[in-house]
């Protein structure tokens, strides 16, 4: 087949290997050429089978998935999807490996997830990943300039909202723009496609770098000035109010473009309820997700801001932001916390 994505699966667990192999037989686009139990077996498959994608568990022994990946994207380049545990070590170390060079983080099976949403999920991310612009063997990852906080007049942002939502190659660029905003910014509210426990690890490492102060949201966490709220893994994160203040509520409910958390359930919610008090920022990713709600923040009133192609790992989701008309200024990732401050001036 001309179009098929060859895959190889790393991981130590036999059980893996096998449902992964065979779970993703089932899309005639994927193909996985081979499986591997350790990095050292992975090392010689890459260089013999040239695949276009690797799963990777982080928890492996002779040598774990973290150094592998070092390696990996210093001599061969290639698209990788982490595959880790749900417990805070395992969710610590692939919030790691994103900052190395993996494009996606999902969870390994267990009894909280189907075989059935596994593969679902897989492939999708599968498909993202090997979409993105990523530098392929000879090619360097573009220098990343050094970050400045961008300054903001002191001013009352408590009625002010800013909303975020990013996939596949989004913590890296949500993390660009969040070290750039000042500690008076206006609330921000965050939708990553990230798993269930992965997102705790991504908001506590966020936290470290920023001024603001970034946390996992719980329902009905205030939104205000200072403060950065990231949707759980698993839920949908919708705006509320409350006479003038602002909350969220995080609830269960059907997936959204194959996602939970979905950035059309965020958008549309802010766009009801904040109007042009909003700014919404559509990240990198693959898929439609956000595009219509964004759209329906625009018409509320609200400041639309999409990331460009070129600074994008994947240009899906800003793409059709842009396609259907939702989108008011389109930036370079390193421009876009400047951009959206510029409104609150």
Partial sequence: MPNEIKVLVVDDSAVVRKVFKEQLSRHPDITVIDTAPDPYIARDKIVRLKPDVITLDIEMPRMDGITFLKKLMKYYPLPVIIVSSLSTKGSDLAMEALAIGALEVMAKPDNAYS????????????????????????????????????????????????????????????????????????????????????????????????????????????????????????????????????????????????????VDVLFRSVARLAGANAVGIILTGMGKDGAQGLLEMKKAGATTIAQDEKSSVVYGMPKEARLIGAVDYVEDIHNIAAKACSFFK
């Fill in 115 to 262: 075989v059935g949403d596994v593969s679902v999920q897989l492939a999708e991310k599968i498909r993202a990943v090997h979409a993105a612009q990523f530098p392929r063997r000879g090619q360097q990852h573009n220098s990343i300039p050094p970050q400045k906080i961008v300054s903001m007049a002191p001013s009352k942002n408590t009625n002010k909202i800013i909303a975020i939502g990013a996939s596949t190659g989004g913590a890296e660029a949500i993390k660009n723009v969040l070290t750039q905003m000042p500690k008076n910014s206006p609330g921000i509210v965050v939708v990553q496609h990230m798993p269930a426990q992965f997102t705790k690890s991504f908001a506590g490492r966020l936290n470290e770098l920023c001024q603001m102060r970034i946390k996992e949201a719980k329902n009905r966490d205030s939104v205000i000035s200072g403060q950065v709220l990231i949707a759980p893994g698993n839920y949908h994160m919708l705006l509320k109010r409350s006479g003038a203040k602002y909350f969220v509520a995080v609830k269960t409910g059907p997936l959204v473009h194959y996602q939970r958390p979905a």
